[in-house]
C-alpha cells in the first residue's frame, strides 16, 4: 500500500510514522518547505520525500491533506485532480464546512472525505511528531450523500489502523461542536493570559507574575500557533462567534450569582460544574466487547454516508466496518462492530430506521 502526505509538520509527520510503523505501508511526503522535507526523512517520517503534489500522490491509495486550513482547499483540490480515480483524498483541518463547500464542484468530489483527528500538542513541526499521536483519539469523518462507500470504507480502517477511533459527523455539526470544545477554550486562555498580564504589568514593568496551577492549565494553549489559528477562527467565525456569545451570557449569569454572596447557591453551581464534567469526561464505552450487526442495503451512492452519519448523530459510534458488494453489485451488506450491547441495540434501531434489514452476528463464543 502506498500513502501520500501533503504537509509534513507534526500532524502529517505522525501519519506518517504511524502508517510506516503500524501498517507497513510506504509513505510518499511533499511540503514546500524543502527544510521541512529533509527533517521528515531524517524523523523517518517518510519513505520518500516528494518533489511536488503531483509526484507525491501518483499511485497512491489514500492521500492525507495535511496542510494548515487556509491552504486546504487549494490543497485537497490538486490532491483530488492528480490521483486516480480509486483514490480517497482526506484532510486533517479543524474546521469543515467551509472546505466542502470549496470542493464540491470538483470532478471527482466523492472521493474527498473530510476528516479531523482530535489530536495534537502545544509543540508544532515534524521533530515532535510520534507514531502514538492519535491512539485512542477520536478522528472525525465527514463523508456526504456523494462520498464513495467503499473508499469510506478503506479510509474508515486506515484510520483505526492508525490507532484512532474514527466517527462520522455532519460537517456543520462538526463546526459547531469544535467552536464549543476547541476553538473558545484557545479564546478564553488569550484573553485570560493578555488580562492577568496587564493586571501585572500595568506600566510595562517586568514584575514577576506568580499563578498557581490552575492558572497555567488555563491559559497553556494561549498564544499557540498565530498562523494557524488565525484561520482556524477565521474559517469558523460564526460558529466560533456564537459560542462566544453564550459564554459572555453565561459568565454575565455567574457574576450575577457570585454577588449574591449566597454560599448554598454558590456551592450547588459548582457541584453541577463538577458533574457536568466527570459525565462528559466518563462518556466512553470503547472497552466494551464489540457486537457485529450485518446490514443489508441496496447498491446506491451515499447509502454508507447514511448510514455513518445517523449513528453519528445518535452518538453510536462504529467501532470498525466491512463492506460486501453482492455479485450483481446491485445489493450488497455492511458489517458494523459497535462497543456493546446496549450501544449495538441502539445502533441496529436507528439503521432498521433508515429502512435496512439489520441482523445480529453471533460470536464465536455463543
Given at each position: 500500500?502506498?500513502?501520500?502526505?501533503?504537509?509534513?509538520?507534526?500532524?502529517?509527520?505522525?501519519?506518517?510514522?504511524?502508517?510506516?510503523?503500524?501498517?507497513?505501508?510506504?509513505?510518499?511526503?511533499?511540503?514546500?518547505?524543502?527544510?521541512?522535507?529533509?527533517?521528515?526523512?531524517?524523523?523517518?517520517?517518510?519513505?520518500?520525500?516528494?518533489?511536488?503534489?503531483?509526484?507525491?500522490?501518483?499511485?497512491?491509495?489514500?492521500?492525507?491533506?495535511?496542510?494548515?486550513?487556509?491552504?486546504?482547499?487549494?490543497?485537497?483540490?490538486?490532491?483530488?485532480?492528480?490521483?486516480?480515480?480509486?483514490?480517497?483524498?482526506t484532510d486533517v483541518g479543524s474546521t469543515k464546512r467551509g472546505l466542502l463547500d470549496a470542493t464540491s464542484g470538483l470532478d471527482g468530489y466523492a472521493r474527498f472525505i473530510g476528516g479531523h483527528p482530535l489530536a495534537g500538542a502545544e509543540t508544532a513541526g515534524v521533530e515532535e511528531s510520534r507514531d502514538d499521536l492519535f491512539d485512542g483519539a477520536r478522528w472525525y469523518l465527514t463523508p456526504t450523500g456523494h462520498s464513495d462507500g467503499m473508499l469510506f470504507d478503506r479510509l474508515h480502517g486506515l484510520i483505526a489502523g492508525l490507532g484512532a477511533r474514527p466517527q462520522a459527523i455532519d460537517a456543520a455539526a462538526h463546526d459547531r461542536e469544535m467552536a464549543q470544545v476547541s476553538h473558545l477554550p484557545h479564546v478564553v486562555a488569550n484573553v485570560l493570559a493578555s488580562a492577568a498580564a496587564a493586571e501585572s504589568f500595568p506600566d510595562g514593568g517586568s514584575r514577576p507574575v506568580e499563578v498557581g496551577r490552575s492558572f497555567r492549565d488555563a491559559i497553556r494553549v494561549a498564544g499557540a500557533n498565530p498562523p494557524i489559528w488565525a484561520d482556524i477562527y477565521s474559517s469558523n467565525s460564526e460558529a466560533l462567534a456564537t459560542e462566544v456569545d453564550a459564554t459572555i451570557e453565561g459568565l454575565r449569569e455567574a457574576v450575577a450569582l457570585i454577588r449574591t454572596g449566597d454560599t448554598d447557591a454558590l456551592g450547588a453551581w459548582q457541584s453541577t460544574a463538577r458533574d457536568d464534567r466527570r459525565r462528559m469526561l466518563e462518556a466512553d464505552h470503547s472497552s466494551a466487547p464489540l457486537v457485529e450487526l450485518r446490514v443489508a442495503v441496496q447498491n446506491r451512492p451515499g447509502t454508507v454516508a447514511e448510514i455513518a452519519l445517523a449513528l453519528g448523530r445518535a452518538g453510536v459510534n462504529i467501532e470498525d466496518m466491512s463492506l460486501f458488494p453482492a455479485a450483481d453489485r446491485r445489493t450488497g451488506a455492511i458489517s458494523l462492530w459497535i462497543a456493546g450491547e446496549p450501544e449495538a441495540g441502539r445502533a441496529a434501531a436507528v439503521v432498521a430506521g433508515l429502512g435496512h434489514t439489520v441482523a445480529p452476528v453471533p460470536s464465536a463464543d455463543s
Amino acid at each position: 500500500m502506498r500513502i501520500a502526505v501533503l504537509g509534513v509538520g507534526l500532524i502529517g509527520g505522525s501519519i506518517g510514522l504511524a502508517v510506516r510503523h503500524r501498517l507497513g505501508a510506504a509513505v510518499i511526503g511533499f511540503d514546500p518547505d524543502p527544510l521541512t522535507l529533509r527533517r521528515a526523512l531524517e524523523r523517518e517520517a517518510l519513505d520518500r520525500a516528494a518533489e511536488s503534489l503531483i509526484d507525491a500522490v501518483a499511485g497512491a491509495e489514500a492521500i492525507f491533506c495535511a496542510a494548515p486550513v487556509g491552504a486546504l482547499p487549494r490543497v485537497v483540490a490538486g490532491a483530488i485532480a492528480a490521483s486516480g480515480a480509486d483514490t480517497v483524498v482526506t484532510d486533517v483541518g479543524s474546521t469543515k464546512r467551509g472546505l466542502l463547500d470549496a470542493t464540491s464542484g470538483l470532478d471527482g468530489y466523492a472521493r474527498f472525505i473530510g476528516g479531523h483527528p482530535l489530536a495534537g500538542a502545544e509543540t508544532a513541526g515534524v521533530e515532535e511528531s510520534r507514531d502514538d499521536l492519535f491512539d485512542g483519539a477520536r478522528w472525525y469523518l465527514t463523508p456526504t450523500g456523494h462520498s464513495d462507500g467503499m473508499l469510506f470504507d478503506r479510509l474508515h480502517g486506515l484510520i483505526a489502523g492508525l490507532g484512532a477511533r474514527p466517527q462520522a459527523i455532519d460537517a456543520a455539526a462538526h463546526d459547531r461542536e469544535m467552536a464549543q470544545v476547541s476553538h473558545l477554550p484557545h479564546v478564553v486562555a488569550n484573553v485570560l493570559a493578555s488580562a492577568a498580564a496587564a493586571e501585572s504589568f500595568p506600566d510595562g514593568g517586568s514584575r514577576p507574575v506568580e499563578v498557581g496551577r490552575s492558572f497555567r492549565d488555563a491559559i497553556r494553549v494561549a498564544g499557540a500557533n498565530p498562523p494557524i489559528w488565525a484561520d482556524i477562527y477565521s474559517s469558523n467565525s460564526e460558529a466560533l462567534a456564537t459560542e462566544v456569545d453564550a459564554t459572555i451570557e453565561g459568565l454575565r449569569e455567574a457574576v450575577a450569582l457570585i454577588r449574591t454572596g449566597d454560599t448554598d447557591a454558590l456551592g450547588a453551581w459548582q457541584s453541577t460544574a463538577r458533574d457536568d464534567r466527570r459525565r462528559m469526561l466518563e462518556a466512553d464505552h470503547s472497552s466494551a466487547p464489540l457486537v457485529e450487526l450485518r446490514v443489508a442495503v441496496q447498491n446506491r451512492p451515499g447509502t454508507v454516508a447514511e448510514i455513518a452519519l445517523a449513528l453519528g448523530r445518535a452518538g453510536v459510534n462504529i467501532e470498525d466496518m466491512s463492506l460486501f458488494p453482492a455479485a450483481d453489485r446491485r445489493t450488497g451488506a455492511i458489517s458494523l462492530w459497535i462497543a456493546g450491547e446496549p450501544e449495538a441495540g441502539r445502533a441496529a434501531a436507528v439503521v432498521a430506521g433508515l429502512g435496512h434489514t439489520v441482523a445480529p452476528v453471533p460470536s464465536a463464543d455463543s
